[in-house]
């Protein structure tokens, strides 16, 4: 094996860390300085190229502001409570970039619930996918 490839789970709790984080519009570098690292530390625990150890996931979780246990939610080959009512892994890799936070911010926002359903009509005629 030439390159080590990280564990799913690493890179599933890297990805929570990551949707976290962006959700209260917090940079790298700001989480880094909370926690007295760098942001390219932060890029690797994010990844999974790094794992996080428990005393690290449980500083990180106060500082975002979320159980420990938010950061395993859906999380891959896991049993019992989590993957009953996870999410699939596409809700959290989409909530995990930019653009599908920002999308889902700003569709939150929202309140006339039949323009919310004309606007998933939309989006689902342009992507080819028949409504239902």
Same mark, same amino acid.
């Given at each position: 094996?030439? !390159?080590?490839?990280?564990?799913?789970?690493? !890179?599933? @709790?890297?990805?929570? $860390?990551?949707?976290?984080?962006?959700?209260?519009?917090?940079?790298?570098?700001?989480? %880094?300085?909370?926690?007295? *690292?760098?942001?390219?530390? @932060?890029?690797?625990?994010?990844?999974?190229?790094?794992?996080? %150890?428990?005393?690290?996931?449980?500083?990180?979780?106060?500082? *975002?502001? $979320?159980? @420990?246990?938010?950061?395993?939610?859906? +999380?891959?080959?896991? %049993? %019992?409570?989590?993957?009953?009512?996870? +999410?699939?892994?596409? $809700?959290?890799?989409? *909530?995990?970039? +930019?653009?599908?936070?920002?999308?889902?911010?700003?569709?939150?926002?929202?309140?006339?619930p039949k323009l919310r359903r004309r606007i998933v009509d939309l989006v689902q005629q342009i992507s080819g996918e028949n409504g239902g």
């Amino acid at each position: 094996m030439l !390159k080590k490839t990280p564990n799913p789970i690493d !890179k599933h @709790v890297g990805s929570r $860390v990551r949707m976290r984080r962006m959700m209260l519009s917090m940079s790298q570098e700001k989480l %880094g300085d909370a926690l007295d *690292l760098t942001f390219q530390q @932060v890029q690797k625990y994010e990844k999974g190229t790094n794992r996080i %150890g428990a005393s690290r996931l449980q500083q990180i979780s106060q500082i *975002l502001q $979320v159980p @420990v246990s938010f950061f395993f939610e859906g +999380s891959p080959e896991s %049993g %019992g409570e989590f993957s009953e009512s996870a +999410s699939p892994s596409y $809700v959290s890799d989409f *909530l995990a970039t +930019s653009d599908g936070l920002a999308l889902t911010k700003a569709f939150m926002r929202i309140d006339d619930p039949k323009l919310r359903r004309r606007i998933v009509d939309l989006v689902q005629q342009i992507s080819g996918e028949n409504g239902g």
